[in-house]
């Protein structure tokens, strides 16, 4: 897939956007799994320690376990960031090319046509 591609993305970008934000939210929900996941394996590893009959290496490997979801976790923050970054630098130039090409009225004068003609094209 060629991103760079014309029919690829829309002259406007907002496709591109709209699947960025997804991208984003979507990273989230797996950076919110990974940290329960981890949770859980501090835990059970804190519980492993403290029964007498486990054994050392069960502890060891319940420790290496949580680590390696630890930096699983790092690497995703790390995006998370960056992408988040870039997204807020998206919005950001889109409310100032709002906020000086069109004063408020005339956007929310527009939003307002296209909810009626929504309506209007749906038969309600």
């Known amino acids: ?17 709209k699947s960025y934000s997804y991208d984003l939210n979507f990273l989230a929900d797996i950076l919110t799994k990974l940290v329960s996941s981890y ?6 590893a804190e519980e492993s320690n403290r ?12 420790i ?3 680590e390696e979801v630890g930096k699983i976790i ?14 807020t ?9 709002l906020n000086t090409n069109f004063s408020f009225n ?4 527009c939003e307002v046509d296209q909810f009626i003609k929504r309506k209007d094209d749906s038969g309600e």
Do not use: C, H, W
Request: aromatic share 10%; net charge negative.
């Open 74 to 87: 790092d690497k995703i923050l790390v995006v998370l960031k960056y992408q988040t970054d870039l997204y």
């Open 39 to 44: 949770k859980l394996l501090i835990s059970t």
């Open 51 to 62: 029964i007498t009959l486990a054994k050392k290496g069960n502890v060891k490997d319940a």
């Open 89 to 97: 630098d998206y919005t950001n130039s889109k409310g100032d090319f």
């Open 106 to 109: 005339d956007i929310i004068r």
């Open 1 to 17: 897939m060629d991103f760079l591609d014309n029919d690829y993305l829309p002259p406007d970008y907002s496709g591109l956007m």
């Open 64 to 66: 290496e376990r949580a």
